[in-house]
Every structure is written in structure tokens, then in C-alpha cells.
């Protein structure tokens, strides 16, 4: 489930309370690292406008990689509540963007030279999971809504992209995901999940936003086409998935378990040149072995 399309979660350093209120309620609040996903190519930030900077070795930072310019923790609340019947969760998230403007090139008339550019993104979702049938049937529904939402998301969908003057433009998002576990008999279970990550046009109507009329998609379908005229940029992102796990030993010596797994996924992008909205699918299978000591 958690590499699922429509999926909410990140792993990344954090600060982390949590409160019980009462039996059965639960509440969290953690600040979080605020690394930002932007789009790939053919996003292209103008030369004025610094985004992310490579990891200062000093520092003890990875250097073969970038690291966004926020400079306040994601902030991240939940409400947990188990009252006798199932699992139900409410959730929030604040992110702050920031992105550094220098003097280079700049019109004056319009924007002020070595400016940092601070956008809020935001996001509200909730979570759910019953036990329809006792010890046999589990359904899970969840889901997040806001903007600059995408990093946590399955699918990777960007965070944000650039208006016309170089300023941030967080991108409208939702991600849903609803699932069932049957325990069809002890040591086996058989799932089905369904996500679906959609990401809106933001910013500036060329490069340097998202999901620009302008451009060229052209070439997205055609075998062997000339280089650059495919500059698809995703809008949707859905998957159904299903699949098994079957307990192959589980004694004293650990835990034998089987799996097997089949996916159908489409990738929907938007609309560019003589309006063609390129789409694709992808159907993959998976097996695993896996070996638990303990």
C-alpha cells in the first residue's frame, strides 16, 4: 500500500509529540524536514531565481544531491480516534516556500532585487479503516486536499512551480486511496487498492509553471520521435492494484511469507499545443520471497 498512487506519507527528520487525551483519542503535532519536490523537465526556474542549493560538505550534507531553500519545518497536526468500532484519523499540514531572487536581470520596476519569495502551502485530509467483517474484512479509505501538497503523495507529484515574476505558485492537488484486506484464512491475505494523485496548472503559462498550454506534446505518442517535442507535464496519476500474502512457515525459526502482485496504472497530462492531452498505462507484475526472524 505505501507506494500505491494516492498514498500519504513521507520518512524524513522530525520533531514529534504526542498526547493521549482520553481512551481512545489520540492527538500528534510534529515539525517536520520541508524538502520540496519540483517539477522535472521541462520546468525551468529563470537564471535570477534560486530554488535549492547543492549540500554544503562543511556542513556534513550530501553533496550529490539539493536541498530546497524553506526555511520552516513542514508542520504536520493529527487527531487519532479508535471508539470501539474501527480506526478513523483527521489531518492537517502547513509548509512555508521559499525561493531567492537576486539582483541579476531583474526589472526593477516590478521586483525588488535580492528578494526572498515566501508562498504557504497547505493541506487537510482524513483516514478511515473498518472492520467490516470481523477478523475477515478490513476496508481503508483515506485521502489529503490543499496546495504544495505533492511531496507527500506516492506519486512524487511537484510541490510548486514559478509565476511569471518569479514567485512561488503552490499547486492544487488532491490525493485519494480506498483499499480491502480479506483474511481469507489464517496466514493468507488478499488485497485491492485503488489511488488517484491529481495535481491543477499553476503559475506561469510557459516553462516556468505547470501544466502550460504552450507546450509541445506533439511527439508524446509517436515511436522514435524528434527529441524535445514531448514536454508532458502530469496532471493525473491512477492506479488499481491487487494482489496476495501467504504465510509459507511461521514457527521458531521465523517467518516464511510468499506474495504475489498485479498493477494497472495510467498517467494523464495536460493539455499542450493544438490541445493534446498525452496519456499512457502500464501494467506490471510482481513476486516476492521474504524471510522474517523474528
Known amino acids: 500500500m505505501q507506494y500505491v498512487p494516492g498514498f500519504n506519507w513521507t520518512r524524513n527528520p522530525q520533531l514529534r509529540v504526542v498526547k493521549d487525551v482520553a481512551p481512545g483519542l489520540w492527538v500528534g503535532l ?20 534560486n530554488l535549492s542549493n547543492a549540500g554544503d560538505p562543511v556542513g556534513q550534507l550530501n553533496t550529490t544531491t539539493t536541498y530546497s531553500n524553506n526555511s520552516v519545518p513542514d508542520i504536520i497536526g493529527k487527531v487519532a480516534l479508535e471508539p470501539g468500532f474501527g480506526h478513523f484519523e483527521l489531518k492537517g499540514l502547513v509548509r512555508f516556500f ?6 541579476t536581470n531583474l526589472n526593477a520596476a ?48 511537484p510541490d510548486f512551480a514559478l509565476k511569471a515574476d518569479g514567485s512561488i505558485a503552490p499547486i492544487p492537488a488532491f490525493q485519494l486511496l480506498a ?20 495535481a491543477s496548472r499553476a503559475g506561469a503559462l510557459n516553462a516556468t509553471g505547470y501544466g502550460s498550454p504552450t507546450l509541445v506534446v506533439t511527439g508524446c505518442d509517436v515511436e522514435g520521435a524528434a527529441s524535445g517535442t ?19 512457515y511461521k514457527g521458531s525459526f521465523g517467518r516464511l511469507v510468499a506474495g504475489a502482485q498485479v498493477s494497472y496504472t495510467e498517467r494523464d497530462a495536460f493539455r499542450g499545443t493544438y490541445g493534446i492531452a498525452p496519456s499512457n498505462h502500464l501494467v506490471t507484475g510482481l513476486t516476492s520471497l521474504r524471510y522474517y526472524p523474528f
Open 110 to 157: 516590478t521586483r525588488l532585487p535580492g528578494r526572498t519569495d515566501t508562498a504557504l502551502g497547505y493541506g487537510i485530509g482524513g483516514a478511515a479503516t473498518l472492520p467490516v467483517i470481523d477478523k475477515r474484512l478490513d476496508l481503508q479509505v483515506s485521502g489529503l486536499v490543499g496546495q504544495g501538497i505533492g511531496r507527500y503523495g506516492s506519486a512524487q507529484l
Open 179 to 198: 483499499g480491502a484486506v480479506a483474511h481469507v484464512q489464517p496466514g493468507t491475505d488478499v488485497f485491492i487498492y485503488a489511488g488517484w494523485e491529481h
Open 98 to 103: 521559499d525561493d531567492r531572487l537576486s539582483a
Open 30 to 49: 510534529s515539525a517536520e524536514s520541508p524538502q520540496s519536490v519540483l517539477p522535472p523537465s521541462p520546468f525551468a526556474a529563470p537564471s535570477n531565481v
Open 230 to 248: 514531448c514536454q508532458a507535464e502530469t496532471r493525473d496519476i491512477r492506479q488499481i492494484t491487487g494482489g496476495f500474502w501467504h504465510d509459507l
